[in-house]
């Protein structure tokens, strides 16, 4: 079964710098294909219905979106982060950040985080 959206969408997704899924699971052992499989699913499928996706690595660095968002303009960002530098209480600062650059995201607001 395969899915047509009605408008191509361009989706940036936002994920742990060491979690940035490749377009490829060959070679990789079974431990690396456990630790990224949530990306690469998300990222995988959104391909797959045909939207242009743009993984963005993240760790401490919010010009990484800023810039991602200039590059790319996208439609939405679909928000896996769990931390941000470091610290699970921090991701409500990137969903903070995406809500002052008026950039539609996935998941709960900063404050239901």
Do not use: C, W
Not at 92 to 98: C, F, G
């Amino acid at each position: 079964m395969t899915f047509e959206p009605k408008k191509k969408l361009r989706i940036i997704v936002l994920v742990h710098q060491d979690l940035v899924p490749p377009d490829s699971l060959d070679g990789l052992t079974d431990k690396e294909k456990i630790e990224i499989k949530t990306e690469y699913d998300v990222t995988s499928t959104l391909k797959k219905m045909g939207h242009d996706v743009y993984p963005v690595g993240l760790y401490n660095q919010l010009n990484v979106i800023g810039d991602a968002l200039m590059e790319h303009k996208p439609h939405i960002a679909f928000n896996l982060l769990e931390e941000f530098h470091g610290y699970p209480l921090y991701d409500q600062h990137v969903v903070s950040y995406l809500e002052l650059m008026k950039q539609a995201y996935t998941g709960g607001n900063p404050r239901g985080l």
